[in-house]
């Protein structure tokens, strides 16, 4: 087996692609140096020239089989737009007994100088080490050198243990892409399938048995499917704005281990069901199990609840975990401590303490269930695709009077009846006996702001001088209340250029009680414009958006607001003595199904009128198709809320 191993290093030296072209690392192709854009992206500051993946199940004495997956990437830079592309970060994953490790790291840059070819080897003395979590951690380089018309490559070979994450492989990155394949030997050992994402075909698409020398493996003679997948002229990934998560759209493929074929004969299934997962999941250690230890341990010791009507004893329950155990800023579906470490050190991971939830819950007479979900940064999940790494966190279901409703015990000023807003996500996958249910996750109501500006005009140094009080709910208030209680004087320096005067404070309202509204207020002063003695007042101020947030010209994925908004401004403004209005802004509605704005005023009397602005985002996802009119939309918004008031005085003749 070790001369097997050996013999099949010779598929790392040199690279056959689908066009036939010889690829050998560290030679460069003269082309490469002289590509001066990419044909089908001209204004990209770099391109992939080509980007090789292959994936091989190698075999060692004592460890068995591992999974040595090998990259080989060549980069063309036009400008410095493109000199990040040199920064390499690669993830690597960690469990408690076993770890990827990488090695064979080398890179180049090539500088075509004064008629000579400059090649710069990497300096492996400045690859580092970056741990991001429990369960992943980063090897990191630059590559040297890097200026305009540089080529840059780099190579490396990752052993991986985990014959179920078997690497997965995007064609698509942040600058487009000439060539991307990705080759998959797989063993008969081991059965996978794969789902593509972002390509309805390949266009190089492969499979055949590897010739050569056979391999055997318990008296099984053997030799390597290979499957090749292969993209040509793929356009960089537009990181557009509000979107889910790059994960649900980049062109991709993923790989999920669906059997693993024992040589004594024996198949064992893989999760290839959701019931079957779900059966995974609650016969897990640190899923299924913890909970059950958790609803033991709560009969004991945490059943006092049990007296009080269901809705006081979820809201009491929940109250109690979130005082009592901290969140250690891990996610995870998987408690990270057993039971009784976290019992003791009162702290834990994510899967810690909604599952702990889950069986002080139960104790209590309250019907609970795991719900296992993709976090919004991580990807939304395909139920057609049974598969465990595809859920990176897991939130609680339970039955308050006859409704149910999603929870999680973990994060501070949220109330108790809202979960993180990371997690709206899609669906979640409910985890129970013989379960394929699924549960869509989404915040019905939505979140408010408002803002309520009383002022005055002051004529000796014209600036405008009064209070400003916000309001705001759901989670517009979970983020302010984080922030301000993070760091106040950074919360404080946020409207310090809307006229907060340095040395005044915010008056703050139900800080720590989540289940009501969060308020606060401060004064304010601001210049005003006078032109030709004509005071020019905005009747917001400058509190509302300034500038639309839809900026693109064209729009091809969903646009994905995460959940409803709704904002409103109210203005009760003062005129000074001596002047009267000129121009005053026209009133404006526009009262549709999924989107609405409203701008009314009104005359108060006594020199003061009221000024009243709302819009409303009625869904929290619209589709593409969408994207003008939400556009259009949000013009009008920034031109209503800053629409100008423009005062004269009472003896001023206006010409008509």
Not at 483 to 511: A, C, H, M, T, W
Request: aromatic share 14%; net charge negative; charged share 25%.
């Amino acid at each position: 087996m070790k001369k097997i191993t050996t013999l099949l290093l010779f598929f790392y030296s040199t690279l056959l692609i689908a066009q036939n072209k010889r690829i050998e690392f560290g030679i460069l192709d003269p082309d490469d140096l002289t590509l001066k854009e990419c044909s089908f992206e001209k204004d990209a500051p770099a391109v992939v020239i080509f980007d090789y993946g292959e994936s091989r199940f190698l075999y060692s004495e004592g460890s068995g089989y591992e999974i040595a997956f090998k990259q080989h990437k060549r980069i063309k830079i036009f400008n410095e737009g493109g000199y990040d592309q040199a920064e390499i970060v690669i993830p690597l994953y960690i469990s408690k007994n076993d770890r990827e490790t990488i090695r064979d790291i080398e890179g180049y840059t090539y500088n075509f100088k004064n008629d000579h070819l400059e090649k710069i080897p990497l300096d492996k003395s400045l690859i580092y080490e970056e741990k991001i979590s429990e369960y992943v951690y980063l090897k990191k380089f630059a590559l040297p050198k890097v200026t305009d018309g540089s080529v840059i490559e780099y190579t490396y070979t990752i052993d991986s243990p985990y014959h179920i994450h078997f690497r997965d492989w995007e064609f698509q990155s942040d600058i487009p892409t000439l060539y991307s394949q990705y080759t998959a030997a797989m063993i008969p050992f081991y059965s996978y399938r794969y789902r593509l994402q972002g390509a309805s075909k390949m266009d190089h698409f492969n499979s055949y048995e590897e010739r050569g020398i056979d391999r055997r493996f318990m008296g099984i003679t053997f030799r390597d499917m290979i499957y090749e997948f292969g993209l040509k002229n793929v356009p960089s990934f537009q990181d557009e704005s509000f979107i889910s998560s790059r994960n649900d759209y980049i062109k991709k493929i993923d790989f999920q281990l669906v059997e693993i074929n024992h040589p004594t004969g024996y198949k064992q299934k893989f999760m290839d069901t959701w019931p079957l997962l779900a059966k995974e999941l609650l016969e897990f250690e640190s899923f299924g199990k913890y909970i059950k230890k958790a609803t033991k341990w709560a009969e004991k010791n945490a059943g006092q609840f049990t007296s009080l009507s269901e809705s006081e004893r979820f809201n009491a329950i929940l109250d109690m975990v979130k005082a009592t155990y901290k969140w250690n800023n891990y996610e995870g579906k998987y408690a990270q401590y057993d039971l009784k470490d976290f019992l003791k050190n009162l702290e834990g991971n994510i899967g810690n303490i909604n599952l702990f939830t889950i069986g002080v819950l139960r104790a209590n007479n309250i019907e609970a269930e795991p719900v296992v979900i993709s976090t919004r940064d991580h990807g939304k999940v395909s139920n057609d695709f049974p598969y465990s790494d595809f859920f990176n966190y897991v939130l609680i279901l339970a039955k308050i009077d006859d409704h149910y409703k999603l929870l999680d015990a973990t994060q501070g000023f949220c109330p108790n009846e809202l979960i993180p807003d990371n997690c709206i996500n899609g669906q979640g996958f409910i985890v129970k006996e013989n379960s394929d249910q699924w549960v869509t996750i989404d915040n019905a109501a939505p979140s408010i702001e408002k803002t309520i500006l009383e002022y005055t005009v002051n004529l000796n140094n014209y600036t405008i001088e009064g209070e400003c009080s916000k309001t705001s709910t759901g989670y517009i208030a979970l983020n302010q209340r984080r922030s301000y209680y993070s760091n106040q004087d950074n919360f404080k320096k946020r409207y310090e250029p809307l006229g907060l005067i340095e040395s005044e404070e915010i008056k703050v309202n139900n800080l720590l009680d989540e289940e009501k509204p969060f308020e606060f207020s401060f004064d304010f002063n601001q210049n005003i414009d006078v032109i030709d003695n004509q005071i020019i007042l905005h009747p917001f101020a400058h509190f509302p958006i300034k500038e639309n947030p839809f900026k693109q010209e064209k729009r091809t994925l969903p646009i994905d607001l995460v959940n409803k908004k709704a904002y409103q401004y109210t203005a009760l403004i003062e005129i000074p003595d001596g002047y009267k209005i000129e121009v005053l802004p026209q009133k404006e509605v526009i009262n549709q199904k999924e989107l609405q704005l409203t701008f009314l005023l009104q005359d108060m009397g006594n020199n003061k009128i009221k000024v009243y602005a709302s819009y409303n985002f009625q869904q929290s996802t619209y589709p593409a198709e969408n994207y003008l009119a939400l556009k259009k939309f949000m013009n009008k918004v920034t031109e209503i809320l800053n629409s100008k008031i423009v005062l004269i005085k009472d003896d001023q003749l206006t010409m008509k």
